[in-house]
């Protein structure tokens, strides 16, 4: 075989790519990055075949190499390899992989475009095919932006069809007979007679075979297991206990850290005295990790019992004091100096609003915490040179880069493995809980260390959702707005990514900040005179990817606008919705919600319903809202939801997402808020950052639908329209219109 | 210190004030017993003591009044709690770090109560947080394990 042969075949998966976009260009450069990262691990007689299918004597393994964060992409991941590979989700193993280069999200960088989502013309298509190369370029290897499953969806899939050609090729060698007449079932090859030859048993002849050339992919009619619901892979694991997290980690000789961070977020420490802690029983060290101290100790509880006996000198903060010194910077951002981006400007939107009677308002949204269930931890071990990691991350290339930073070694010296998450929501994006594991690593060498957050530090240092502000003016006519200026102003996520090292690359200053205005101008109403803005405040308190990011308080301020706006123009808020659209999928997700709650029937006494409507993520998604008025305060009744996502691969999961992103954006509508006093957040722990709780949880209607052209994910379309919809509902049920979240603080909530 | 849990005998030697929840994990290594809080406030820790389900968060070490049952002594693969067999039906767990939590008190709650109302459950399981939100179908799921465990 060629060498020019063999390199093409072991590009194949984003060769293939490029060349369906119309690129040839380049393509063997781009191909020549993409080393098979199991390739090194392998013994003699095991098979790599593509960096997503590892098969030895004991068994088939596949790669899903995507943060499981609960979101069931395992599962998904898994499936589509299945599909094409001939093999039972029953007969595989899984195992998330090594941080590599090989497994680019390629949707992480699509979702920065500045085409709508909406978009299928020439450019913004153009555009999708090369998304590929940039992102194996810059090791984009991430979980987040509800990408793992459209990235994936052809790319897995091609790496399954090409492991089981390559494995009948092996098969046709040992047999003599033609590729042709060989069929594959079940994890195995089977000859003309019936003759079953496993792929285990294949796996040494296939190792020394050219991969084959990427067969066409099945059509949709003929999936055994892909758009039927799968038993997810973990589910098991996690109903039995046995589901290993980060802080589940335990190594012979394992000592456990707690962290302290400065109130005054990402403040530095300028001394600390320990003298204290080292005298109480069972306490290692207390070490410096340059943001903040780690207490070392026998266990979690004395290092965590250690920290309050150390004093601490914090530098003071560069930030305003208090809450509303903060809104004062992010209003005083709506200024032309500090117009981070106008991506949408149609018509004349200053001269229809001139002489206009004009309806406006201004919406606020509150810092949020994310508050995964498992709080942030790692666990880190340096040895003779090498530091090996294990955490819940969200983005492992980028982990391996800040670990070698922090340890001071160079990044092959460094090993991460990728554990379960106990939630992540945006928060395992953040890489602190590597650096710190690193720093605490290298000062006890030779000794395993976990490492924990204690849940007050996890709620009260950050990073949060950014606080941010949204305006508009608008006037109606003739039943529908005629023009409408929309801006949103905030702390910026993309400016601070760079400093606390989340991000895979340098990002350019002179780029806007893509989450800012994200869903707020992308959104497919038809209105002639229609401007929207971002302005980005001076950086604030850190803030980070929050789930469904700019979305959630974009939406809110969007879809509340459109209820006031339908109130102006005397119109059903949802048939003003409908008759504005000018994107069918859209439409049909707005009118699917419509039919599934009665909108054209009344509520019950005493109830109310409220109704939004959010592009994010390429997911069209509708939701109404019913709230009932009950001794005790409102109670939120019900949800019906309807979305898009183009291909439906696992119906009862998608169900689980959306019910998922509801109720985290009830929870967050209702009561979730990050203040500041003194220059510190108030708010610790559960009992003073209140979310979500059974008996507070509603029914939760969903339905999927598979009109757009693209397949797309679910993790976070979920919940942007949740809270524009509870607010619309209490609008309808009070009369009052609430302009501020969570909106716990201006009605009683059950 | 003596511990029996799941049936075994256990010896610790770890100070009398330290919460079980650590004992447990840092000590004894046994993690399906999860941190979330530290201060009664999620449920993630609880086990049962003497069948009762409690927050190891909240318990002292000397203050272990009877035998402790983790999820681990509920049921295992091989064979299930009627629970356990309800949560994979339908395919609860997402992130899954609450679960071990919900599911000892949610067997607390039926051994009390073996046919709850969706009252009774949240009145129960409120304690109890899920931040990935998987409440409804821990209502139907307890509901399984009650008419499975009826019939048997
Ligand atoms: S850790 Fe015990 S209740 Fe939260
Ligand atoms: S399943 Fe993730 S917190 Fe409950």
């Known amino acids: 075989m060629s060498r020019l042969g063999t390199y093409t075949r072991r590009g194949f998966l984003v060769g293939s790519v490029a060349v369906a976009g119309g690129v040839v260009f380049g393509v063997r450069t781009y191909n020549a990055r993409l080393e098979n990262p199991l390739t090194a691990g392998l013994a003699p007689g095991e098979a790599a075949l593509t960096p997503y299918v590892k098969i030895t004597a004991d068994g088939i393994t596949i790669i899903t190499p995507r943060a499981e964060m609960g979101q069931g992409i395992h599962t998904t991941l898994a499936s589509l390899v299945a599909e094409e590979l001939d093999v039972e989700l029953n007969q595989i193993g899984i195992e998330h992989g090594p941080p590599s280069s090989a497994y680019f999200n390629g949707g992480v960088v699509e979702e920065g475009y500045p085409f709508p989502t909406t978009d299928n013309g020439a450019v913004a298509e153009f555009a999708r095919a090369q998304r590929d190369i940039p992102a194996v370029f810059l090791g984009y290897q991430i979980t987040g932006g509800s990408t793992s499953t459209h990235d994936a969806y052809v790319k897995m899939r091609r790496a399954g069809a090409v492991a089981r050609e390559t494995l009948k090729a092996a098969a046709a060698a040992r047999t003599g007979l033609p590729a042709m007449q060989l069929t594959t079932e079940a994890g195995a090859v089977v000859l003309p007679d019936k003759t079953r030859i496993p792929y285990t048993d294949l796996a040494a002849e296939a190792a020394a075979t050219d991969l084959a050339d990427v067969p066409e992919l099945r059509p949709r009619g003929a999936w055994r297991i892909l758009g039927k619901s799968q038993d997810r892979l973990d589910v098991v694991d996690k109903t039995t206990g046995r589901a290993i997290y980060a802080s589940d980690i335990r190594l012979p000789g394992m000592r456990f850290g707690a962290l302290r961070r400065s109130p005054h977020l990402g403040g530095s420490l300028r001394g600390f005295d320990a003298s204290d802690a080292l005298e109480m029983p069972g306490v290692d060290a207390v070490l410096d990790v340059g943001t903040g101290v780690v207490a070392v100790a026998r266990d979690t509880w004395t290092a965590m019992r250690a920290l309050d006996v150390v004093s601490y000198d914090w530098a003071p903060p560069t930030y305003p004091t208090n809450t509303a010194g903060h809104f004062e910077a992010i209003a005083a951002a709506f200024n032309p100096d500090q117009l981070d981006s106008r991506q949408r400007d149609e018509g004349n939107v200053e001269a229809a609003l001139a002489n206009a009677t004009t309806i406006e308002g201004e919406y606020r949204a509150p810092y949020l915490a994310h508050a995964t269930m498992e709080p942030m931890s790692a666990a880190a071990l340096m040895q003779d040179g090498a530091l090996q990691i294990w955490a819940g991350t969200q983005g492992p290339t980028v982990a391996r880069r800040e670990a070698a930073l922090a340890a001071g070694i160079p990044e092959d010296s460094v090993t991460i493995s990728t554990t379960l998450l106990g939630g992540a929501f945006g928060r395992r994006g953040e890489m602190d809980f590597v650096q710190i594991a690193a720093r605490v690593a290298v000062q006890m060498q030779g000794t395993p260390v976990l490492l924990t957050y204690p849940r007050e530090e996890d709620t009260s240092r950050g990073p949060y959702r950014p606080a941010a502000i949204g305006r508009f003016r608008a006037t109606v006519a003739d039943g529908v707005p005629v023009a409408v200026d929309i801006s949103t102003a905030s702390p910026s996520i993309m400016a601070g990514i760079d400093a606390r090292g989340g991000a895979p690359a340098p990002i350019p200053g002179f780029l806007p900040d893509f989450t800012l205005a994200q869903a707020l101008w992308d959104q497919p109403y038809g209105i002639e005179n229609y401007r929207v803005s971002g302005y980005k405040s001076e950086p604030l308190l850190s803030v980070g990817f929050w789930r469904s990011v700019g979305a959630s308080q974009n939406s809110f301020f969007h879809e509340c606008m459109m209820d006031e706006l339908a109130l102006a123009a005397d119109r059903d808020p949802v048939e003003m919705r409908l008759a504005l659209m000018t994107d069918a999928p859209s439409r049909a997700v707005l009118e699917a919600v419509a039919e599934m709650a009665g909108w054209g029937s009344a509520p019950a006494t005493g109830r109310a319903r409220g109704v939004a409507f959010a592009l994010a993520f390429g997911v069209p998604t509708a939701q109404i809202v019913e709230i009932e008025q009950t001794d005790s305060g409102i109670m939120v009744r019900d949800v019906w939801i309807a979305a898009d996502v183009g291909v439906a691969l696992d119906p009862r999961n998608l169900d689980a997402q959306l019910i998922s992103g509801v109720n985290y954006g009830l929870s967050a509508a209702i009561g979730e808020e990050i203040t500041l006093t003194d220059s510190a957040v108030d708010q610790s722990n559960f009992h003073d950052y209140p979310v979500l709780r059974m008996y507070q949880a509603p029914r939760i209607h969903t339905r999927i639908l598979e009109n757009q052209r693209h397949i797309r994910g679910i993790g976070e379309p979920g919940t942007p329209a949740v809270a524009p919809a509870l607010a619309n509902a209490v609008f309808a049920l009070t009369g009052e219109r609430l302009r501020e979240l969570p909106l716990g603080k201006n009605v009683r909530f059950a | ?152």
Do not use: F
């Open chain 2, 1 to 152: 210190m003596d511990l029996t849990i799941n049936g075994s005998r256990h010896n610790v030697d770890l100070p009398d004030d330290m919460p079980l929840l650590w004992a447990l994990r840092d000590g004894l290594n046994i993690t399906s017993v999860k941190y979330g809080c530290g201060i009664a406030q999620c449920g993630a820790c609880t086990v049962h003591i003497d069948g009762e389900a409690v927050r190891s968060c909240q318990v002292a070490l000397a203050d272990v009044w009877g035998e402790i049952t983790t999820i681990e002594g509920l049921g295992t693969p091989d064979a299930l709690h009627a629970l356990q067999a309800a949560w994979i039906d339908h395919q609860v767990a997402q992130c899954g770090y609450c679960q071990s939590g919900q599911i000892m008190q949610a067997a607390d709650l039926l051994a009390r109560n073996p046919k709850p109302t969706d009252e009774d459950i949240d009145a129960a399981m409120s304690g109890n947080l899920c931040r990935c939100g998987t409440y409804p179908r821990i209502r139907a799921a307890v509901h399984s394990a009650a008419r499975a465990m009826q019939e048997v």
